[in-house]
């Protein structure tokens, strides 16, 4: 009988005008917006590149070009998953993979063997989840993001000479 009673009451709360909620503005940022800001940084800037689901911005950083791609998000809408990454060839080796991952946070990288005639390399990967809207909240992980690019690139050349970021 409580529980009757207690569901009632819930229904009643859930029904009252005082109790409904707007809905919460979409969190993320556009990625024309993105490519914008980027390239108002001097960023030089591909247009999207849009496979299902997912928008990817090429950034012609030189010598160090990546790309930052966006998850789950379709239309003009912001989105708010995106990942930073970077390839790199040139004779990688499995073992500077695996120090760079025991030694460095935020940015992981995984090794690609070497296969078809090509070299083996690596990806440098950054993630990250956007809790608010607009463009203001990727400055902080993109200046982590362009730090930890340099360091691991940097890793691989101290390790055996230049790499080549593709």
Known sequence: MRLTALLAALALCAASPVLAQTAAPAKGAPVSEVRAW???????VA????EASTQTLKVADQ????????????????????????AFSGGVTLEQVNA???????????????????????????????????????????????????????????AQGPAAAQ
């Open 100 to 158: 760079w991952n025991r030694n460095a946070r935020y940015a992981k990288a995984f090794f690609v063997p070497a296969g078809d005639g090509g070299e083996a390399g690596a990806v440098l990967q950054y993630d990250l989840v956007l809790t608010s809207t607009g463009t203001g909240q990727l400055q902080e992980p993109t200046a982590i993001w362009l730090q930890m690019l340099r360091g691991f690139a940097g890793s691989l050349v101290q």
């Open 38 to 44: 980027l390239t108002g940084l001097g960023g030089t």
């Open 63 to 86: 010598p160090l070009p990546w790309t930052l791609t966006f998850y789950n998000c379709t239309g003009a809408g912001p989105c708010d998953d995106v990942q930073y990454s970077a």
């Open 47 to 50: 247009e999207p590149e849009v």
